[in-house]
């Protein structure tokens, strides 16, 4: 041979399996012209697998002087059909391959299959008249598993057969020499059978579809959907026939094979020819002539069990239904010719890419190319889920903070203290800076100053201005516009007081709030449009019943009181402004945050389940 066998094999069936020794044999028997074929498996046990020989006989026309030459030189192909490597996969399993075969009446031929095969290494004899055949034998299995059980199992190995040559035993039938494969195993001293007869291949009826894969080549379509007494029992058969094989092609998952039902869709073209690779293992086509040939494929198969099951059609209803219902916003992204026949993950994958494609504008990702965008797309999103995790997290420890932690323990989970925010680097502050506890709107915030000092705040607005004011508002947030704009902006200030103090330091809060709010106020109508004050404590009965008299009761998942005071900004001339001020229950501001942050969580939560 001249080959390095040894080095072929590794580097053309690394990633084969035990099954395509089968394949092998069978086809090139097939091309012998053998109607009748036998496979003999032997194994002491399947935890065994060195014990394992395998031998398969056929009545095909021998290892004829050509045949032989062809055999023993690599690459060596009659057309594009064949590849000249499928001989190689037996040395990849088995130490020794003998064959032995009767050719041209009286001539027999035997060799052994190695590396040094050529045509000294063989021996010829004339013998008595005899049929023409061929019998491989394979011994000492190099390997140190199966890889699978089901490849010494003669049922396994039956449906397999009839997958991969289907299109070539219809066409044997059809043309009146069919084809018999019988396998045997003899497994710990018991043997069990199986036949692959001309019965187990269905008649096709053929279609042509309309759209074709290129200019010249039509598809064809040969199809057979046949109902079986056993209701619980289900076979599907979807291929494409390439150089006489017939490469498995999934076009419907099998939770949507209907019960009942034996099926088998065959698309077939000269198109075809050549397109799959030297182990016959992938398919050669470029990834966007075979995303549109495996629509076509589909679309005409869906079609054609729609129209002969009508239980099935009725389902696929149901669950477009139910998909729209539960994903409303992708209602218009499902395609209808897939729902049904592919998994319903599947399904969603692409409606939720497709919807997020058309939303690139949005996410200012247009530069990106496909693999990029689906990419970003995902580091994007599990991104997003971190962050509302992240405010669960937060949400929960808040639960936790009692009459035992400080202000300062408590103002930490709202934001970093002593740390001013600023617009410009709010995504790299997003854990540090809770101020959507308050409310999400606040997330658009322009400047957020975490426990400094007052004059701070005020020169932010002025640009300049200083009051003397030393004091620290617990939270000073300046949101909706740019203070340094010319559009008026809205303020923010919150005072929080820990958990279990009196009713007198509780309400200290007023007093710091008034104070915050006479400094802000001389700026309002002018910079500022709005002014939110929040003093944030624990409600108990006592301050709820001294606060009730004067405030009035909001809505809220808890309890929230609301008061106009009057603040006096100056006193000659005499200038009051009235001024709100929300004593809001930290029970109450915790409750309505998580209430907020519940939706988002539900929904990751629901992923997680779906695929349990």
Partial sequence: ????????????????????????????????????????????????????????????????????????????????????????????YFEDVKVLSHFDGNKKREFKFSDDLDENNQHIETVEETPSGT???????????????????????????????????FKKKEHKTPITITIDATIEGQTIAEVLSPDDVLELTKIDIDTPIDTVNTLHLYYAIEEIEEETEKSLISAIAIDNRTVKYEIIAGEYIPNGYKMVFLLISDYFIGKVDLSRQNINFPPHEEKR??????????????????????????????????????????????????????????????????????????????????????????????YILFRQVT??????????????????????????????????????????????KYMTYKTVLSDRKMDELVSLITKNEEVGDSGRPDIALVFSSDPNGDIPFDVVIV???????????????ETQLKKRARNLMKH????????????????????????????????????????????????????????GIYIWDIDA?????EARNSAFLELIKSKFIDHE
């Fill in 495 to 509: 005072e929080l007081k820990k958990r279990g103090i009196s009713l007198e330091d509780s309400m200290v809060v």
């Fill in 293 to 386: 040939l495996k629509n076509i494929f589909r679309k005409k198969v869906a079609e054609l069990i729609e129209a002969n099951i009508e239980t099935v059609a009725i389902r696929n209803r149901e669950i477009k239904e139910n998909l729209v219902e539960k994903y409303p916003h992708l209602g218009s992204y499902f395609n209808n010719d897939e729902i049904g026949f592919i998994a319903k993950d599947d399904i969603l994958k692409k409606a939720q890419n497709d919807f997020f494609k058309e939303q690139r504008e949005l996410l200012e990702a247009v530069s990106l190319d496909d693999d990029q965008f689906e990419k970003a797309l995902e580091i994007s999103s599990k991104a997003l889920i971190e």
């Fill in 1 to 92: 041979m001249k080959v390095n066998l040894s080095q072929a094999v590794k580097y053309f069936f690394g990633s084969s399996s035990l099954e395509m020794v089968y394949f092998e044999a069978v086809a090139n028997a097939i091309d012998a012209g053998a109607t009748d074929i036998k496979i003999s498996i032997y194994i002491d046990n399947r935890s065994n697998p060195q014990t394992l020989t395998i031998h398969i006989e056929d009545n095909g026309a021998g290892f004829t002087d050509e045949r032989f030459r062809k055999f023993s030189n690599l690459f060596d192909v009659e057309d594009a059909s064949h590849k000249g490597l499928g001989r190689l996969v037996y040395l990849f």
């Fill in 524 to 579: 309002f109508n002018n910079k500022i449009q709005r002014i939110w004050f929040y003093g944030i404590i624990e409600f108990n009965k006592e301050i709820e019943l001294d606060i009730s008299s004067d405030y009035t009761e909001l809505y809220s998942s808890g309890k929230m009181y609301y008061r106009d005071i009057d603040i006096v900004i100056s006193k000659d001339p005499d200038i009051k402004v009235p001024t």
């Fill in 135 to 169: 019998k491989i034998e394979m011994s000492g299995y190099i390997l140190q598993k199966l890889g699978k059980f089901d490849y010494v199992d003669p049922a396994y190995l039956k449906q397999r057969l009839l997958e991969e040559f289907y299109s070539l035993l």
């Fill in 589 to 593: 501001v915790v409750s309505d945050a």
């Fill in 395 to 440: 949400i929960n420890n808040l639960k936790k903070i009692d009459r035992d932690n400080s202000e300062a323990e408590l103002h930490k989970l709202f934001a970093t203290m002593r740390t001013r925010f600023d617009e410009e680097n709010r995504v790299d502050d997003l854990y540090r800076n809770n101020a959507w506890i308050l409310d999400d």
